[in-house]
């Protein structure tokens, strides 16, 4: 059974910073991507950032040169550092990944974690 778990959520102020972090556990076989969606109260949901297994990424526009995503394959872990958050940031955000597990049948499976909540005060 593979699970995503998610931390890091909080209240920070305008201009502040957060590190969300995402650890995989499970029979995983391989990982072939990672990446971060938020949604806030009565909009859709988006994505944030995605990186590959070969390591490109892909922001929205709008947290270009703020957010920054990393992971620590060892660890089956991604992290998204967030600074200069604003209050249009505000959002719950989850962890998805697009991972080959072995059960219940080996194939590639798309999971999520449970969500953490940012909230940026003005």
């Known amino acids: 059974q593979v699970q995503l778990v998610e931390s890091g959520g909080g209240l920070v102020q305008a201009g502040g910073s957060l590190r969300l972090s995402c650890a995989a556990s499970?029979?995983?076989?391989?990982?072939?991507?990672m990446g971060w969606y938020r949604q806030a109260p009565g909009k859709q949901r988006e994505l944030v950032v995605i990186?590959?297994?070969?390591?490109?990424?892909n922001y929205v526009d709008s947290v270009k040169g703020r957010f920054t995503i990393s992971r620590d394959n060892a660890k089956n872990t991604v992290y998204l550092q967030m600074n200069s958050l604003k209050p249009e940031d505000t959002a719950v955000y989850y962890c998805?990944?697009?991972?080959?597990?072995?059960?219940?049948?080996?194939?590639?499976?798309?999971?999520w974690g449970q969500g953490t909540q940012v909230t940026v005060s003005s």
């Open positions: 998805n990944a697009h991972m080959v597990v072995a059960e219940p049948e080996i194939r590639l499976y798309d999971y």
């Open positions: 499970g029979s995983i076989v391989g990982i072939n991507a």
């Open positions: 990186i590959t297994s070969g390591g490109s990424t």
